[in-house]
């Protein structure tokens, strides 16, 4: 079946860096659609980043302001955020998203079909 995994999360100190990864498998995403979201308790799920099919455009959420990037290794269906300068406020369950339409709502969830199960990033001094 489809399967999104997220991995790469964990604890780092404010100013710090991380980078995830989101692993599919079941189907090839190379030419859909991918995003990445995170969600507090409480929160609705936000928008940080979408990349398009073979990476053609990319597009990033105000809250992000520079800070993170989003590529994609074509052919090995994976998918990656690079996170810099976090701060205390970054602190989420992020997750990874893939849409099943070449068009679709690149930057509001129910624009994207399949999602992994999460990966926690805690920003703390």
């Known amino acids: 079946q489809v399967r999104l995994e997220e991995s790469g999360g964990g604890m780092v100190q404010p100013g710090g860096s991380l980078t995830l990864s989101c692993a599919a498998s079941g189907r090839s995403f190379n030419d859909l659609p991918m995003a990445w979201f995170r969600q507090v308790p409480g929160k609705e799920r936000e928008f940080l980043a979408a990349?398009?099919?073979?990476?053609?455009?990319?597009y990033y959420g105000d809250s992000v302001k520079g800070r993170f990037t989003i590529s994609r290794h074509i052919g090995k269906n994976s998918m990656y955020l690079q996170m810099n300068n976090l701060k205390v406020e970054d602190t989420a369950a992020y997750y990874c998203a893939a849409a099943s339409l070449v068009s679709t709502t690149y930057q509001e969830a129910r624009g994207y079909d399949y999602w992994g199960q999460g990966t926690q990033v805690i920003v703390s001094s």
């Open positions: 990349v398009t099919r073979s990476a053609a455009f990319t």
